[in-house]
């Protein structure tokens, strides 16, 4: 019953350096996005998929890269990363077409950049 | 403007007695669906209740309902008797239109301590 599964769970990277956080999920879901939760913001989105093959950029795009090359992974990739980039990242992923199908959440990575 | 707005500092609730926790959103959309997350200190964000704008009666799920005043654009959490596990953050959010979106947009979240 695996659900969402994000790895690594905590990370720690100097400025500059580069690194993907991956995401799977295992229930078929064609929504995934990629979320950040900085104190006292929220969670904001970063980029998100409706399916494979298919990306699009959310709120707070700038930094991050994204693909959809299958249905079940969804990694982010950092390309340079920047002390501002620190924050916890959650992965969430559910069925398209809205409705009343909540989003299900990975249990986030920590990211530390130094 | 914010699209989900929840601006009560931290709630304080004594065990056993019921709590609101107050979001109000702002969208033209009339199709949209609002959600209610918690996240404990460990982190995980847990799914609580959802509110369609269509729907005609307010979202029951447990000690969770949901106070949805359609015109005033609110969708209140209310917790009734509380436990001390209902300590947490708690998350509004809202998707907006119909179709394929399933973007949601969280609020900041509210802190809610239960006090034994």
């Known amino acids: 019953n695996a659900g969402v599964t994000q790895t690594p769970k905590f990370q720690v990277l100097k400025t500059g350096q580069s690194m993907t956080l991956q995401c799977a999920q295992d229930?078929?879901?064609?929504?995934m996005s990629w979320y950040r939760q900085d104190p006292g913001m929220g969670l904001r989105l970063i980029h998100y998929?409706?399916?494979?093959?298919?990306?699009d950029q959310g709120e707070v795009p700038n930094g991050y890269n994204v693909s959809r090359s299958t249905t079940e992974d969804f990694p982010l990739r950092l390309l340079s990363a920047a002390p501002s980039q620190t924050s916890v990242y959650f992965c969430?992923?559910?069925?398209?077409?809205?409705?009343?199908?909540?989003?299900?959440f990975g249990d986030g990575t920590r990211l530390s950049i130094l | 403007a914010q699209k989900i707005t929840q601006t009560q500092p931290g709630m304080f609730v004594q065990e056993k007695e019921a709590v609101t926790l107050d979001c109000t959103y702002d969208?033209?959309?009339?199709?949209?669906?609002l959600f209610w997350y918690k996240q404990p200190s460990s982190g995980e964000m847990i799914f609580l209740i959802y509110?369609?704008?269509?729907?005609?009666q307010n979202a029951t799920e447990g000690r969770y309902s949901l106070n949805f005043q359609k015109a005033r654009k609110s969708a209140n959490l209310v917790i009734s008797a509380s436990q001390l596990g209902d300590s947490a953050m708690y998350f509004c959010?809202?998707?907006?239109?119909?179709?394929?979106?399933?973007?949601?947009?969280f609020g900041k979240g509210i802190t809610l301590s239960v006090r034994p």
């Open positions: 998929s409706v399916g494979a093959g298919i990306t």
């Open positions: 509110q369609g704008s269509y729907d005609q």
């Open positions: 969430a992923s559910s069925p398209a077409g809205g409705g009343n199908q909540p989003q299900h």
């Open positions: 229930m078929n879901h064609e929504y």
């Open positions: 969208t033209s959309d009339p199709s949209y669906g």
């Open positions: 959010a809202m998707r907006e239109g119909g179709g394929a979106n399933s973007k949601l947009t």
